[in-house]
């Protein structure tokens, strides 16, 4: 039920049934892309269009500006708060830095 | 004409090996010369015994005890990105070894061939059989050779045992972690693992992702020069880094604990672990160690495993504490904490 | 994992940063609701993240999250496990099944233990694939073991009318699709399981839309957050839920508004609505029976229905699990609150699909040790 990646589409594979090549971290799969597709947005016009998939469909194309709204407001959610002293952990010797 | 070629297929089809090559007779004997010996090096002047004959003068010096250990190898498919059964066969058993504190020296090698396998996938087979063990510096010096029944087996089984020797003092167990050591390994994991989830294309994923297989026992004898008194020592086959993390905890009786931060996964690997739901840490390696160092050596066998080719992405990623004992605890990067515990049976991908 | 190049729409709702600040947030916002909570996280893809990233620790003490039974693996009736290995038992059936399927127990075996005793199961990660399948086999039957909520059942339904297009023939589903609605009805309708609030599951939204929540909430006056499942997600999530309980308002706000789109997905919802019966979930008015959560092929399409196409084993005296597991998966008990968790329910030998799901309930417990150990 849960299970979704979301992943860039890089190619039209198939245009007769659907399927794009999609891509996230180097790793691809061809998805089928019916239902992120219609009349004013057809599969021709989604390459680096980034979706989300879930079993081998793309089901929902990620709105970047709702991202964007979604990480400034966490941002702004950490200015207004203070830092509990319990959470300012000492980094272990053990973290990697700058990875 | 020999007879090898009287049963050859006049046709074009490759030949292939039948029943009749495993019966012992002259078609066997053309086999084991013709794909094995002549592979593996050359048979000693009075010809092939039943048995190798190995100098015990050369187990006299460096070491006090003797190593053996077996291992079969059933990989399917036979050839995968980066590696082959035949490599896995060899490095498996010499990494075994190793991480006891053995010098590799000599292996065996046993076959059983489906009937039907090409001669040639058997010869690609042997050659990279032959090229890890030079790579290794070890000799497979006996083998059998068994052909059964279609479908008795799965293409090709390969059984490899291995000897080396123990170095005096070098004393390596699963129950010698102790608060205060030091985890170390020596790389990228899942990269086996990720590399044979799909190399049968049923997930029809694309991917450059490689087999690690590798031997590992040039890197364990650098990194025992720098510190003879190292405590733990395992490859991380089946089941990952979180089977072995809990062997140690449950045979030492301590907790390992581990920076979440601190656990090196190449990108293609994470991605293809979050497509399909797994977790790196339980997915197989074939050239990735563990190792539970004293925190006063800790450094010096860090640098000394950075300085070979086969542990330039080594890494600390944690230490042994006193409790919860027998746990492995995973110290997530938002400052929480977690359980590693032991997989019951295979990771399978999911959907949910 | 230590990141290399970072995943996109991933990483950025995993930044341990952001989320030590938004878990200040939290308790900072806390105190103005003033009371004990119980907060349920519907999925199970929300469960394994809160138990995964160790999240339920850092709240809070007063809150309380109640693990809800989205798992649909984990409400799969054992006699639907059992009718999967008869259709697989049969020679000419390719029984093809997502992996979570795989280790679920009927009542005597699992379908990889059917694999393991000559049953030909081969798991799948599209429902594509098996169609695929099917065209590769023409001598054969393949049968696509169909389970999931709504986010799944697109998939399905796209995949039974490309069979249609194509006149694929010997490609069947044995449809175990069910709804979330009368399910999450089942849970509100508890009396004893009174909850403050609800973490809607995303990836059912993205499919359905926000519309039948509104109703929820409003129905039950319960304050809803419709969240994403990376653990920056459910930390805003939660803080929104706080906002609501402080302010004293349920309606339903959508956290993961970069996935979920207000109506739906109109070709899913489309497509579901061709080839499966739905009128129950999406015309709910809260008179439906939770019975009702079941899915059926529509006539049109009844022979590409298994059910239809091959005689399956009636309703058998089935071992029913023992009565725990619907507690827990209904949030009226703790998992580890059940007197079975960890001693003769371990996932080595599970007495439920709960303990052997990689969403259920127990399952995630046990695995991330949500154990007195780790405090």
């Known amino acids: 039920m849960c299970l979704g990646i979301p992943a860039c589409v890089v190619a039209i594979s198939d245009e007769e049934n659907c399927l794009a090549l999609v891509e996230t971290g180097g790793v691809r799969r061809e998805v089928n892309m019916l239902c992120v597709t219609d009349d004013t947005r057809p599969l021709s016009s989604c390459v680096g269009d980034w979706v989300l998939v879930h079993v081998g469909f793309a089901m929902s194309r990620i709105d970047a500006e709702a991202a964007h709204r ?26 990697a830095s700058g990875e | 004409m020999s007879i090898a070629d009287a049963f050859a297929p006049t ?35 009075g010809g092939l015994e039943d048995q190798a004959r190995l100098d015990l003068g050369g187990f006299s010096t460096g070491g006090d005890r003797l190593a053996l250990t077996t291992d079969s190898y059933v990989v399917d498919p036979l050839f995968f990105p980066g590696a082959d059964i035949g490599k896995l066969a060899v490095c498996g058993t010499v990494n075994d070894l190793a991480v006891g504190g053995a010098q590799p020296r000599y292996l065996s090698c046993g076959m059983i061939i489906e009937e039907g396998l090409p001669v040639a996938v058997l010869q690609r087979v042997a050659a990279s059989m032959k090229q890890a063990a030079d790579a290794a510096e ?13 479908g008795a087996a799965d293409k090709l089984f390969i059984n490899t045992a291995g000897v080396g020797l123990i170095p005096a003092g070098i004393e390596i167990a699963a129950a010698q972690a102790r608060p205060g050591d030091v985890l170390i390994i020596n790389g990228h994991l899942g990269d086996h693992g990720a ?3 799909d190399a049968r294309g049923e997930l029809a994923l694309e991917h450059h992702i490689e087999s690690d297989c590798q031997a590992l026992n040039g890197l364990v004898a650098v990194m025992l020069a720098a510190c003879a008194d190292i405590h733990c020592l395992r490859d991380l086959t089946r089941g990952g880094l ?83 004992a027998g746990r492995v605890i995973l110290a997530t990067a938002f400052g929480g904490e977690r359980l590693v515990d032991m997989l019951v049976g295979e990771q399978l991908p999911r959907i949910c | 994992m230590s990141v290399g190049v970072p995943m996109k729409y991933v990483d950025e709702f995993r930044d341990p940063q952001r989320a030590r600040r938004l878990i200040a947030a939290i308790h900072a916002l806390y105190p103005a609701v003033g009371r004990p909570l119980q907060l349920m996280e519907f999925c199970g893809g ?65 379908l990889l233990q059917a694999r393991a005793g000559g049953a030909d199961v081969r798991m799948v990660y599209s429902p594509l694939d098996a169609l695929l399948l099917a065209r590769r086999h023409p001598e054969r039957e393949v049968v696509f073991f169909a389970l999931g909520f709504e986010t799944t059942m697109p998939a399905t339904a796209l995949t039974v009318l490309q069979a249609a297009r194509q006149g694929v023939g010997n490609f069947s589903l044995f449809c175990n699709h069910i709804t979330t609605l009368p399910t999450l009805r089942t849970v509100l309708d508890d009396p004893d399981m009174p909850l403050d609030g609800l973490l809607a599951p995303g990836h059912v939204s993205m499919v359905v839309g926000m519309q039948p929540f509104v109703r929820v909430a409003a129905h039950y006056r319960l304050p809803i957050v419709i969240s994403g499942f990376e653990p920056l997600d459910m930390l805003q999530s939660l803080w929104l839920l706080l906002g609501q309980l402080a302010a004293g308002r349920h309606e339903v706000e959508n956290q993961y508004a970069r996935v979920v789109p207000a109506a739906g997905n109109t070709p899913g919802l489309e497509a579901m609505a061709r080839v499966f019966g739905l009128q129950a979930a999406f015309d709910w008015d809260g008179s439906v029976a939770p019975e009702a959560s079941g899915v059926r092929m529509r006539e049109e399409y009844a022979h590409f229905d298994a059910g239809r196409r091959f005689p399956l084993p009636g309703r058998q005296t089935t071992m029913p699990a023992p009565p725990q597991c619907e507690q827990v998966l209904m949030g009226r008990l703790h998992p580890q609150a059940c007197r079975h968790f960890g001693s003769d329910c371990t996932p080595a030998a599970p007495m439920g699909a709960l303990m052997v799901s990689a969403e259920g309930a127990c399952a995630a417990c046990y695995h991330y040790g949500d154990r007195e150990c780790c405090a």
């Open chain 1, 70 to 95: 979604s990480l400034e407001l966490l941002a702004a959610l950490g200015e207004m708060a203070s830092e509990l002293p319990a959470m300012d952990r000492e980094p272990g010797p053990y973290e």
């Open chain 2, 11 to 45: 046709d074009d089809r490759e030949r292939c090996i039948t029943l009749a090559h495993g019966s012992g007779g002259a078609l066997m004997h053309e086999l084991i010369h013709e794909v094995f010996v002549g592979t593996f090096g050359a048979a000693p002047p």
């Open chain 2, 138 to 150: 070890v000799a497979i010096v006996t083998g059998d050779t068994k052909v059964v029944p279609r």
């Open chain 2, 195 to 197: 590399a044979i989830v």
């Open chain 2, 242 to 324: 979180a089977t072995v993390l809990n062997e140690f905890a449950r045979d030492s009786g301590v907790c390992l604990r581990i920076e979440e931060t601190a656990i090196p996964v190449r990108d293609p690997v994470r991605a293809l672990c979050e497509i399909l739901g797994l977790d790196p840490l339980y997915l197989a390696n074939e050239g990735k160690l563990l190792a539970v160092v004293p925190a006063t050596a800790s450094a010096a066998v860090l640098a000394a495993m950075q300085a070979h080719p086969a542990g330039q992405d080594s890494r600390i990623i944690g230490e042994v504490v006193e409790r919860p």
């Open chain 3, 46 to 110: 929300h469960t394994q993240t809160l138990l995964r990233y160790g999240i339920e620790r850092l709240l809070p003490e007063g809150i309380e999250m109640v693990h809800g039974p989205g798992c649909p693996v984990c409400v799969l009736p054992r006699e639907r496990v059992d009718g999967a290995i008869a259709l697989a038992a049969r020679p000419e059936v390719i029984l093809a099944t997502f992996g979570d399927a795989m280790r679920v127990p009927g009542s005597c075996q699992t």
